[in-house]
C-alpha cells in the first residue's frame, strides 16, 4: 500500500458527535489537517467534524476511520496515459473523504453527503454487479470486487459515507477527477480493512481495473496522482512501466511567480464514456496499423522516437467500427462503440504522438524556468486536443481564447478527458485576480453566466488521515 499520509491515530476519548461540540477538538484537528490542506485547514475542520457527525447519523456511534484522496488537474498530457505516455498532473486540495467503518457482514452499505446521490448496499464478492449505469457506488463496487478477489478471505464489509463536491470538494463531471478520487479513497479503505499491504503498481493498477468495471477504458494518471501527489508540485509519470513493472516518476515543483486558475465551463457531456472509449480505440487501431511495419510495439508510445512523418503514411485517416473489427485492427471489445462510428484514427494518433513530446519539452522548460515556454506548449496541446483529439466545446473555446488574450497568462488549456469540463489557465501572481476577471466577463457574455474559477491549490497524497474511537 502507498505511504499514507497518517497524522496520527488519534486516540480520542470523544464519540465523532461529541467531537462536533466540541471546540478544543475542532482546533486540534485543524491543526492536524494542517499538513494536508495548509490555510484551509480550518475550513477543512468543519467539514470534517460535519461528516463525522453525519455519518454517526447513518452508521450510528463508534469507532469512524478517515481516508481522502484528492482530485487533480493535468498541467499537460492529455489522453497519453492510456498509450503509455507521459503525463504531468497536479493534485488539488480538493478531495474525496470517506468515513468509514468495517462490518463483519460482507455487505457495504453506502450513504454519500450530497443527498442527490442516493444510499446503496451491496454483497462483497468476487463477482459483484454493477447498480444502474451511471450510478455512483460503481465506483465502489468495482474497489470491493478488485480486492475481493485479492483477498477473498480476509475481506469483510463497510459503513461509509462519501464526502464530495459542494463546498470544497470536486464536482462530478468538473474533469477534476472525482470519480478516480472516490475509487482511490474506496481501496484504500477496503484494502486496510482487508489487511493488504499493496505496493503502488499494484494499488494503481487495481483502482484502474476498478474504473474498467465501470466502463471506461482510462489510464493510470488519475491514480496515480492521487496516491503520490507533494504540495506545490506537478509529477511528471512516464506511464510505460518497466521490465520489473515499476513506473518513472519525478516531482516538479511549480514556478512559484505563477497561479494555475481553473475555470469551470459548468458543462458535462452525458455521453462522455462513449466518446473516450472512441479515442481509445482509435489509438488501438494506430497501435495495430503500425504493427505490420513495426512489429512487437504494443502502444503508441513505442513509436515515440520515430518521426511523425514516417508514421503518418501507415495509420488510416478514418476507419468505422466494423471494418475496423473484421479487419483484426481492433480486437478486443470497447463498451460503448457502436458499429455506425467512424474513428479518426491518424488525427488521434498525431495528437498522442505530439502530445508525449510536448510533455518532455514542458518537463524541461519548467526545469529551465523557462514559463513562456510551457506556455506556448499549452497552447499548443490545446489546439491539438481541439482540431486532432476532438474534445473541446464551444465553452471551453471561450475559457480559452479570453484567456488566452488576458493580462499575464502565458498559456491555457482544456484539462481531463474533454467534452466539457474545465480549462487550465497559467497566469503571473499577481495578474491573477484580474485574468480571472476578465475570463469571466467575456465568458458572460459569450454563454450569459459565469463561470466558476479558482485557483488551483495543490494539495497532499491520498491515505488514512485519522481514526477517531468512540
Ligand atoms: C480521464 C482518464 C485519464 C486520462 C484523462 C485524459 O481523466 O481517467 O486516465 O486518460 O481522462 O488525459
Known amino acids: 500500500m502507498p505511504n499514507h499520509n497518517v497524522i496520527r491515530n488519534r486516540q480520542s476519548t470523544t464519540s465523532p458527535v461529541d467531537l462536533a461540540q466540541n471546540g478544543a477538538e475542532l482546533a486540534g484537528l485543524t491543526a492536524e489537517l494542517a499538513p494536508l490542506y495548509g490555510d484551509q485547514s ?28 484528492p482530485g487533480r488537474v493535468n498541467l499537460i498530457g492529455e489522453h497519453t496515459d492510456y498509450n503509455n505516455g507521459f503525463v504531468m498532473p497536479i493534485a488539488l486540495d480538493r478531495d474525496i473523504l470517506l468515513v468509514v467503518r468495517p462490518r463483519r457482514d460482507r455487505t457495504v452499505r453506502l450513504a454519500n453527503i450530497e443527498p442527490e446521490f442516493e444510499q446503496s448496499a451491496f454483497t462483497v464478492s468476487e463477482e459483484i454487479p454493477q447498480a444502474s449505469p451511471g450510478h455512483w ?19 469483510t464489509g463497510m459503513d461509509c459515507l462519501a464526502v464530495g463536491a459542494a463546498p470544497l470538494g470536486l464536482a462530478r463531471g468538473s474533469g477534476l477527477s472525482s470519480s478516480s478520487a472516490l475509487t482511490v479513497s474506496a481501496t484504500l479503505a477496503l484494502a486496510h480493512f482487508a489487511g493488504l499491504n499493496l505496493p503502488p503498481e499494484q494499488f494503481v493498477q487495481i483502482c484502474s481495473d476498478a474504473e474498467w468495471y465501470v466502463g471506461t477504458r482510462g489510464g493510470i494518471m488519475d491514480q496515480f496522482i492521487s496516491l503520490l501527489a507533494r504540495r506545490d508540485h506537478a509529477l511528471f509519470l512516464d506511464c510505460r512501466p518497466d521490465v520489473n513493472g515499476q513506473y518513472a516518476t519525478r516531482h516538479v515543483p511549480l514556478p512559484a511567480a505563477y ?19 472512441k479515442r481509445v480505440a ?43 473489427a473484421t479487419s483484426g485492427l481492433l480486437d478486443t471489445d470497447i463498451p460503448g462503440l457502436e458499429p455506425a462510428d467512424v474513428l479518426h484514427v491518424r488525427a488521434c494518433c498525431r495528437h498522442v504522438w505530439h502530445e508525449n513530446h510536448r510533455v518532455e519539452q514542458a518537463l524541461a522548460a519548467l526545469d529551465s524556468g523557462d514559463i513562456a515556454a510551457v506556455g506556448a506548449l499549452l497552447q499548443a496541446a490545446h489546439a491539438s486536443a481541439r482540431d486532432d483529439y476532438a474534445i473541446s466545446t464551444p465553452e471551453i473555446e471561450t475559457l480559452v481564447a479570453s484567456a488566452s488574450a488576458a493580462p499575464g497568462v502565458v498559456g491555457a488549456r482544456l484539462t481531463g478527458a474533454g467534452w466539457g469540463g474545465c480549462v487550465l489557465v497559467l497566469v503571473r501572481q499577481e495578474e491573477a485576480v484580474h485574468a480571472a476577471g476578465v475570463i469571466q466577463n467575456s465568458f458572460l457574455s459569450a ?24
Open 42 to 69: 480550518a475550513v477543512q475542520a468543519e467539514r470534517y467534524v460535519d461528516a463525522l457527525t453525519q455519518f454517526s447519523a447513518f452508521a450510528g456511534p463508534g469507532p469512524a476511520w478517515l481516508f481522502r484522496a
Open 137 to 155: 457506488s460503481n465506483y465502489v463496487r468495482g474497489a470491493a470486487q478488485m480486492i475481493a478477489r485479492l483477498a477473498p478471505d480476509a475481506f
Open 259 to 277: 497561479q494555475i486558475l481553473i475555470a469551470d465551463s459548468g458543462v458535462h457531456h452525458s455521453n462522455v464514456r462513449g466518446e473516450y472509449n
Open 282 to 324: 482509435s489509438c488501438r487501431i494506430g497501435v495495430a496499423s503500425l504493427r505490420r511495419k513495426h512489429p512487437g510495439i504494443t502502444h503508441l508510445r513505442d513509436v515515440h522516437s520515430i518521426p511523425w512523418g514516417e508514421l503518418a503514411p501507415s495509420l488510416p485517416e478514418q476507419i468505422g467500427a466494423v471494418k475496423a
Open 447 to 470: 454563454h450569459g453566466r459565469v463561470p466558476t474559477i479558482f485557483p488551483c491549490r495543490t494539495g497532499a497524497a491520498a491515505g488514512l488521515v485519522a481514526t477517531v474511537d468512540a
